[in-house]
């Protein structure tokens, strides 16, 4: 069975403060998928970022950044210099042989200005 | 590029009533996906089509709920009748194969009175 751990429930910081959200994921299969989706106030699930298990390069894209770690199994994201704009919820999810996510609970990121 | 396109966007509707969500997939997409969010379950996968054919309806709650797919552009999710435990955020979201990045549309938010 699949598992996705987010074990921070919420973060509270001051706006330009880094954020980092934990995201430790179990699985059997050794091709799989994971993403980082972004759930803002207004509602809608964003995708941002999706990284392969064959595929251990950690980028940064403008404040982003996500840490990729097959040893540890985690798949951590940070965001630099945060903003107020960037208060949302933040779902880690896992995916595999099939068509089956499976998502996290969550972590509140509340940016205070 | 337009993303996948929901209506109604809210409902409210008595217990008893039938209630029809309507969902536009991105274009070129060929896997669709209904969810169902609640704060005590989170996001939950309710059917998943493949090429207009529903693949695998497991987690459709029981029988007032049944989803169609007539073509590759359009799908909906019927409730009949419903109830408020039915109250939820629903989300359609279509990828361009099973294994593929989800990209979701924006959710209907249902109440149920």
């Known amino acids: 069975a699949q598992k996705v751990t987010q074990a921070q429930t919420e973060i509270s910081v001051v706006e330009k403060e880094d954020v980092t959200l934990d995201c430790v994921y179990e699985?059997?299969?050794?091709?799989?998928?994971l993403f980082w989706y972004k759930q803002p106030p207004s509602g809608e699930l964003v995708f941002l970022i999706r990284?392969?298990?064959?595929?251990?390069q950690n980028e940064i894209s403008g404040r982003y950044s996500w840490n990729f770690q097959k040893s540890t199994s985690s798949f951590n994201f940070t965001i630099t210099a945060s903003q107020v704009v960037d208060s949302a919820v933040y779902f880690c999810?896992?995916?595999?042989?099939?068509?089956?996510?499976?998502f996290g609970a969550g972590t509140t990121v509340t940016v205070r200005a | 590029d337009a993303g996948v396109i929901q209506s109604p966007r809210h409902e409210v509707t008595e217990m008893g009533q039938e209630v029809t969500l309507r969902c536009k997939p991105i274009?070129?997409?060929?896997?669709l996906f209904w969810y169902r969010q609640t704060m005590m379950r989170g996001l939950e996968l309710l059917i998943y089509?493949?090429?207009?054919?529903?693949?695998?309806d497991s987690g459709m709650p029981e029988d007032r709920f049944s989803a169609k797919m007539p073509n590759a552009s359009f799908s909906t999710l019927k409730i009949q009748p419903s109830e408020p435990r039915d109250s939820a955020v629903y989300f359609c979201?279509?990828?361009?194969?099973?294994?593929?990045?989800?990209?979701f549309g924006p959710g209907t938010r249902l109440l149920v009175l």
């Open positions: 979201a279509s990828s361009w194969g099973q294994q593929e990045t989800q990209y």
């Open positions: 990284r392969n298990s064959f595929d251990e």
């Open positions: 274009s070129g997409h060929n896997s």
């Open positions: 699985t059997r299969d050794t091709t799989y998928y």
């Open positions: 089509f493949n090429n207009n054919v529903p693949i695998d």
């Open positions: 999810a896992l995916g595999s042989n099939d068509y089956k996510l499976s």
